[in-house]
């Protein structure tokens, strides 16, 4: 039987990637500590210099009281229009398709984007409200080209995750197309899902399932936002 569109291969991505997806894509937890080891130059941005302003904003949003105490998360659109300045959701769908994107029209490509896009936001944005002060410390930073990758440790209560961010420059701005979870990788665990739908079913098959699951992901919000708040 097929996996669900939507959900993550391996404990990891089943154990925190709800909470990594809402919170840290949008660079959104407390930081802790400045990035250690990574080097810069004068001509390079430094990327994680630039997540520091996405902290301060989706911070003030999650300990906001009209926030925390909006449990159908009616205000989530703010952190996804967040998201979209700090995450470049088109590479990210682009490398989860493989070799199959190289195969579409504009046209196609414009629409798998929007699909994806809309998939990983239903599936996590509503586990904003499982924000419980988690902090991140930032470790490190590794820049080659236009590459790069921040490394962070999600620390949480009683345990500590390994959390990496891996970046592409566009223009002066360094935008995430992919989350390593203790070396749990999003794109390549979407990635091996699609490839094996792409094999049995093609390309259209494909983006059926991508509509029946964010159909399905859109009713079960619309239900939680049908019942009765018990907020105050």
């Known amino acids: 039987m097929m996996p669900l569109i939507g959900s993550m291969n391996g404990e990891s991505m089943k154990r925190i990637h709800?909470?990594?997806l809402a919170l840290l894509l949008t660079g959104?937890?407390?930081?802790?500590?400045?990035a250690a080891g990574g080097t810069?130059?004068?001509a390079v941005p430094d990327p994680t210099a630039q997540m520091q302003p996405f902290v301060a904003r989706i911070t003030n949003?999650?300990?906001?009281?009209?926030?925390?105490?909006d449990p159908r998360c009616e205000r989530c659109q703010q952190?996804?229009?967040?998201?979209?300045?700090?995450?470049?959701?088109?590479?990210?769908?682009?490398?989860?398709?493989g070799r199959q994107w190289r195969k579409l029209s504009p046209e196609e490509k414009d629409r798998f984007v929007t699909l994806f896009t809309r998939l990983l936001q239903y599936a996590y944005i509503g586990k904003i409200k499982d924000y419980a002060g988690q902090q991140v410390e930032f470790t490190g930073q590794r820049i080659k080209g236009k590459r790069a990758e921040v490394k962070t440790l999600l620390v949480d209560r009683d345990k500590t995750i390994p959390v990496s961010y891996i970046m592409l420059l566009k223009g002066d701005q360094w935008m995430t197309y992919d989350v390593v979870v203790e070396?749990?990788?999003?794109?390549?665990?979407?990635?091996?899902?699609?490839?094996?739908i792409l094999r049995k079913e093609k390309y259209a098959g494909l983006v059926k399932r991508l509509e029946e699951k964010i159909h399905q992901l859109e009713q079960e919000k619309m239900q939680e936002m049908a019942k009765p708040s018990r907020a105050g």
């Open 18 to 20: 709800p909470l990594i």
């Open 28 to 34: 959104s937890l407390l930081l802790v500590a400045s």
């Open 40 to 42: 810069t130059t004068s």
């Open 61 to 69: 949003l999650l300990q906001n009281e009209d926030f925390r105490n």
């Open 79 to 97: 952190i996804i229009d967040i998201a979209k300045e700090h995450f470049d959701f088109r590479e990210m769908s682009k490398r989860v398709l």
């Open 183 to 196: 070396g749990v990788s999003l794109v390549r665990n979407y990635m091996e899902q699609f490839r094996e």
